[in-house]
Nanobody, 115 residues
Framework: QVELVESGGGLVQPGGSLRLSCAAS????????MSWHRQVPGKERELVAV????????NYADFAKGRFTISRDNAKNTMYLQMNSLKPEDTAVYYC????????WGRGTQVTVSS
């Protein structure tokens, strides 16, 4: 079955960096576009970034442009989100998602940006 497992979250000071990973299994990873999303309690889940199946196409939410980088390693069935210059408002649970006719979500990883 399809499984997406996020990791790499944690507590970081403002201005710091984190790299999130999403390990995928149960499907042919290289055939699907993938995305990162985030959610704060009481708010809707929002898109952070999208990457095409080959990794050649990437799009970012405005808040992520210039600070976050989405990437993937199809040989390792893993997607990444490098987050730099983190701000307190980036605090959220971050989820990865497999796109396509049927979408799947991971369980999320908590990112807390605080001094």
């Amino acid at each position: 079955q399809v499984e997406l497992v996020e990791s790499g979250g944690g507590l970081v000071q403002p201005g710091g960096s984190l790299r999130l990973s999403c390990a995928a299994s149960g499907f042919t990873f290289r055939e699907y576009s993938m995305s990162w999303h985030r959610q704060v309690p009481g708010k809707e889940r929002e898109l952070v970034a999208v990457i095409t199946s080959s990794g050649g196409g990437r799009n970012y939410a405005d808040f992520a442009k210039g600070r976050f980088t989405i990437s993937r390693d199809n040989a390792k069935n893993t997607m990444y989100l490098q987050m730099n210059s983190l701000k307190p408002e980036d605090t959220a649970v971050y989820y990865c998602r497999r796109l396509g006719a049927t979408t799947y979500w991971g369980r999320g990883t908590q990112v807390t940006v605080s001094s």
